[in-house]
């Protein structure tokens, strides 16, 4: 691990200008690129305390061991040239986005004395005109096959066209009408290239023009007394309508537009892209990336556009691109798009309209990305036995923990204060172990005192079970069911001992097998730091459970801590250990939340209003919003009531009168403070 200082440039070497650096390790490989309006400014940043420094950019510069920049002329050069550098280093440091599949585009190679339309993937070429990316290769040949009855353009292989050039017979397509056969020469190189152009015009969105022109020459032709002619423009304009129907209108101002949305997690990040031709989505692509740099989503976006457009030029680049959030600064980057288009192009967030819906949908889209490549990455054997490998070594595990379970505390404002308790086993969730937990042995908000009760609730339960297996000791067992119940004596049959969900444990299922609880963690995962994992091995020492690790992961850096240590353990950024610990976390909190909502929710519902007739949700509703609280509503007059909307005098005398007969609960007490809580919806 190189010291900073040891490169560190010094003062006034660096130029107060716009440019881009390059950190090199001590191989001389090229790990990081940026940019910079002020390379002097940005620079400086890297080489201060390395405590103050994102953990991913420490873990750069102190695996880099040199750092050079180019000075240049504007930050639109500055764009341009890291984009260039990325693309020849390929840096590790640096976000890139991989496709989460080789999508499909419609091409037409214009750069051929007869150009062919044909299904492509991979890098983009020279002297070929591209559409989509579509998500199936299926939908381009659907589109093609309707197409060529209109525009007969050539489709077939180089060999296939010299083959049928050599005999002078055409292929079977131009024994049908969908090929003009250029191969034989019924149509000239300019006809067949005039083909091809209206083809790609078609495809690009100008078709309302080239209808009402087949419209015209069809009724020309019916009045000229030509049927057969009109009826087979009849049965062109039917057939493009069939393929633009494939594509539905989604901006009834036919705009030409590029939808970017981004879907991000601490780890990893996915970017949907929505090409809108003509009003109509033209394609669909994707990436997903991990966010190897400390980057948020105005970055991530940045990054998005310079893989998606540092190859383009022309129509390519489209007259808008509506994006979540705007690089900062915004005008190089709209600068350069605009450069390569050679026209303005507009880089905005949409505000409202179609476009802020059809953006809604893009986001959708790629949170579906990000949701369907982590459930691939958990699937996979291999890589799960990795990550727990993984963690094991960096925790001094003796054996990989097969078994992990983790904890999360949620409230709200100090209310309805709950718990989760999450399994995770071989690395895949055990949704049917889950339990969840309320908090019973004080009020308002400690979130450290609750993980102990919860640990500590849980573990005697774990005790209590081996007990009844013959492993435990009956003086033991007793001792743990009196402190969980409250009370001392014995207690019979342990019916006190309840799970949140199940009712009484009992020893064990009809099965045969211990029930749930019976089964310890390797692992016990706590959500949060020093303070809450400090709590949980202190629950387990006061049950004299020693063997059982535990650890927390704190969200904010995605530190792991251990109980008794200073400083945390820092996984590698792309360790598969510490993904894994994220997703237990993650699922953990989501549990909690969802119950802990769902209390809330029984606890609104049920309320004095509930009691007068003819009170319905909609008026009940008015009156919360109106007064802003169920304390305030309660010390209104009738004369107040009145003044809500939708509350006549009558309905106003029987509210007073409910309110009045409910006595007001007690308020509440954080025991820790002394502080009393305020009543919800204050």
Not at 101 to 127: D, H, I, N
Not at 194 to 209: Q, V, Y
Not at 226 to 252: F, G, H, S, T, W
Not at 590 to 607: E, P
Request: glycine share 8%.
């Amino acid at each position: 691990m190189a010291d900073p200082s040891s490169y560190r440039p010094k003062p006034g070497q660096i130029p107060d200008s716009p440019g881009v650096y390059r950190f090199r390790d001590e191989h001389g490989r090229v790990i990081y690129v940026g940019k910079a309006k002020s390379l002097r400014s940005r620079l400086s940043s890297y080489f201060q305390d390395l405590a103050g420094l994102h953990p991913r950019t420490r873990t750069m510069v102190t695996t880099a061991a040199s750092v050079e920049w180019t000075v240049v002329s504007t930050e639109v050069e500055a764009l341009q040239l890291e984009y260039s550098w990325i693309k020849e280093y390929d840096p590790r440091f640096n976000v890139k986005y991989r496709d989460d599949k080789s999508y499909p585009s419609l091409a037409v190679t214009l750069g051929e004395e007869f150009p062919r339309v044909q299904v492509m993937r991979g890098p983009r070429k020279k002297g070929v005109r591209y559409f989509g990316p579509y998500a199936h290769a299926w939908a381009i040949r659907e589109t093609v096959d309707l197409m060529l009855r209109v525009f007969p353009v050539r489709t077939c292989s180089a060999g296939v066209f010299k083959r049928s050039a050599q005999i002078g017979r055409p292929c079977l397509l131009g024994y049908i009408g969908k090929c003009s056969a250029p191969c034989v020469g019924r149509v000239s190189p300019e006809e067949h290239r005039e083909l091809a152009e209206e083809f790609c015009d078609f495809m690009a969105g100008r078709t309302g023009a080239y209808i009402r022109r087949l419209e015209r020459q069809m009724h020309d032709a019916a009045e000229e007394m030509e049927y057969e002619k009109a009826a087979r423009m009849r049965d062109d304009i039917e057939a493009l309508r069939r393929a633009m129907e494939k594509n539905a209108v989604v901006l009834a101002d036919a705009t030409d537009a590029d939808l970017i949305a981004v879907a991000e997690d601490e780890l990893e990040a996915a970017v949907q892209i929505f090409h809108v031709r003509g009003g109509r989505v033209r394609g669909q692509r994707g990436w997903v990336t991990d966010k190897v740099e400390a980057v948020d989503t105005a970055g991530l976006v940045e990054h998005a556009l310079q893989q998606l457009y540092g190859e383009e030029s022309g129509d390519a680049v489209p007259k808008e691109v509506l994006v979540p959030a705007l690089p900062e600064p915004v005008e190089p980057v709209a600068q350069w798009l605009g450069e390569r288009r050679g026209s303005r192009v507009d880089l905005r967030i949409p505000q409202r309209g179609d476009k802020k819906d059809l953006m809604a949908t893009v986001q959708r889209n790629a949170q579906q990305a990000l949701v369907l490549h982590k459930t691939k990455r958990a699937s996979d054997l291999t890589t799960r036995s990795r990550a727990l490998e993984e963690i094991a070594e960096a925790l001094e595990l003796d054996s990989a923990p097969l078994r992990i379970e983790c904890f999360d505390i949620s409230h709200l404002q100090g209310q309805d204060v709950v718990a989760s308790m999450v399994v995770f086993e071989d690395g895949l969730a055990r949704k049917g172990e889950y339990r969840r937990f309320q908090i019973k042995s004080f009020e308002g908000q400690d979130d450290v005192r609750s993980m102990h009760e919860v640990i500590g609730r849980r573990f005697r339960r774990y005790l209590q079970e081996k007990q009844k297996a013959g492993e435990w000791s009956e003086e033991n067992a007793v001792e743990a069911a009196e402190e969980e119940n409250g009370h001392a004596g014995p207690v019979e049959g342990h019916a006190g001992l309840m799970d949140d969900r199940s009712g009484p444990v009992d020893a064990r299922a009809e099965d045969g097998r211990p029930k749930r609880f019976a089964y310890p963690p390797q692992l016990v995962v706590v959500d949060g730091g020093q303070p809450q994992v400090a709590a949980a091995r202190r629950a387990l020492d006061e049950l004299g459970i020693d063997d059982v690790a535990v650890c927390g992961l704190a969200k904010r850096l995605e530190e792991v801590w251990l109980p008794g240590e200073d400083d945390p353990v820092v996984l590698p950024r792309t360790s598969e250990g510490l993904y894994l610990l994220q997703r237990v976390r993650d699922e953990a909190h989501r549990f909690a939340i969802a119950y802990q909502r769902s209390k809330r929710t029984k606890t609104l519902k049920a309320g004095p209003l509930d009691e007068v007739p003819g009170l319905g949700e909609t008026r009940k509703k008015a009156l919360l919003k109106h007064f802003g609280s169920v304390k305030r509503l309660r010390a209104a007059t009738v004369e107040q009531l009145c003044e809500a909307p939708g509350i006549g005098r009558k309905t106003a005398e029987t509210i007073a009168a409910a309110l009045a007969a409910a006595a007001p609960p007690a308020p509440a007490v954080n025991t820790a403070t002394g502080e009393i809580m305020e009543e919800a919806g204050e």
